[in-house]
């Protein structure tokens, strides 16, 4: 088409209504014309936009809940009913029959007639709080100890071999041979689960760092003499969010199943928790009509574990800043 030349005096404007001077700023042409971008908000985005991390997070509110508020709200006497024989090994049916509809009995009563549902939750903060710590104490001296092994070279030799030589002992043998020579207490469990637990994610992290040290930005650092611990806490690791947030997701729940394992073998801690549990109503599980004592810590156990893993695996990828798009 052929452009038409028209008579701006038609419109009865001024030149300076027609035409305006615009100064040219050389900031403000820097500046790029896009929606403002929030890494945290976005992940959040991303997570919630998936309606079963609604439904997995509903359940693990409900299970922090009463794991950790419950218990502060609710005395729980472990031997409330010891001399009751006829509180003892009760089915939740039985338990309410005999005590009256509540909360305490909708899972029976166990070998001292004590509430199941209580004993469950009391002993669910213990496990719970161990494989909280342990996972924060390793998480923290795993990932700060491999960003700079990966990056130092000089460190790389050292960890290596320490590395050889940590990482080939059985995890559970050294956690049960501690066990057998401090008592079995909740720190010296932490103890247990902590001196070499960082090891094998210092490794992992170590290996995540290699693979981007030798970008170009991390080169144009080092030239410009920036310490090797600046440049892995600040241009190495907050690059590998989703990478720690996914590890971590295994991390927490292995502890409470090594907790449980122990107590099952009998080497756990003396106090109520989910292994004791389960480990104490084994001879329950293969008597007619008290197998709900074993099955019941046991599958909560199985919940909280499941719950605590999916959650972190599915923040893990939401942290993936290529999901953000």
Same mark, same amino acid.
């Given at each position: ?35 403002? @971008? ?29 794991? @950790? ?8 006497? /472990? ?102 020579? *401090? ?19 210092? @490794? ?10 030798? /970008? ?5 650092? /080092? ?52 292994? /004791? ?7 329950? +599980? ?5 197998? *709900?004592? *074993? ?13 605590? @893993? ?14 953000? +798009?």
């Amino acid at each position: 088409m052929e452009n038409e030349l028209r008579d701006l005096s038609a419109y009865g404007l001024s030149d300076e209504e027609l035409f305006a001077h615009i100064d040219h700023n050389e900031l403000e042409s820097e500046k790029i014309t896009a929606p403002r @971008y929030s890494y945290w908000r976005s992940v959040f985005r991303v997570f919630f936009r998936n309606k079963v991390n609604i439904f997995i997070l509903a359940v693990l509110f409900f299970i922090i809940i009463f794991t @950790y508020l419950y218990p502060t709200l609710v005395e729980y006497d /472990r031997f409330g009913n010891l001399m009751d024989p006829s509180a003892k090994h009760l089915t939740p049916q039985a338990a309410i029959e005999k005590f009256g509809f509540s909360i305490h009995w909708i899972f029976g009563t166990g070998a001292a007639g004590g509430s199941t549902f209580d004993a469950i939750w009391n002993g669910s903060r213990i496990s719970v709080s161990l494989a909280l710590i342990c996972a924060a104490i390793n998480m923290t001296i795993g990932v700060l100890l491999g960003a700079v092994w990966g990056f130092s070279k000089k460190f790389d030799l050292i960890m290596t071999e320490v590395y050889n030589i940590l990482g080939n002992i059985p995890y559970l043998l050294l956690i049960s041979v501690l066990m057998l020579i *401090f008592s079995p207490t909740f720190w010296t469990m932490v103890l247990a689960f902590t001196v070499t637990g960082w090891i094998g994610i210092a @490794y992992f992290i170590r290996t995540q760092v290699i693979i981007i040290r030798d /970008r170009e930005y991390n080169l144009a650092s /080092r030239c410009l003499g920036t310490p090797i611990t600046r440049i892995a806490t600040k241009n190495i690791l907050p690059f590998m969010t989703s990478v720690i947030v996914t590890y971590a997701a295994v991390e927490i729940p292995s502890y409470i199943s090594y907790e449980v394992f122990l107590s099952y073998i009998g080497m756990g801690l003396t106090e109520t928790t989910l292994g /004791r549990m389960i480990y104490e109503a084994e001879s329950a +599980m293969v008597t007619p009509g008290w197998g *709900f004592e *074993f099955w019941t810590p046991v599958a909560v156990a199985s919940i909280i574990t499941v719950t605590l @893993y999916v959650t972190g695996q599915n923040l893990g990828d939401a942290s993936d800043p290529r999901t953000h +798009m």
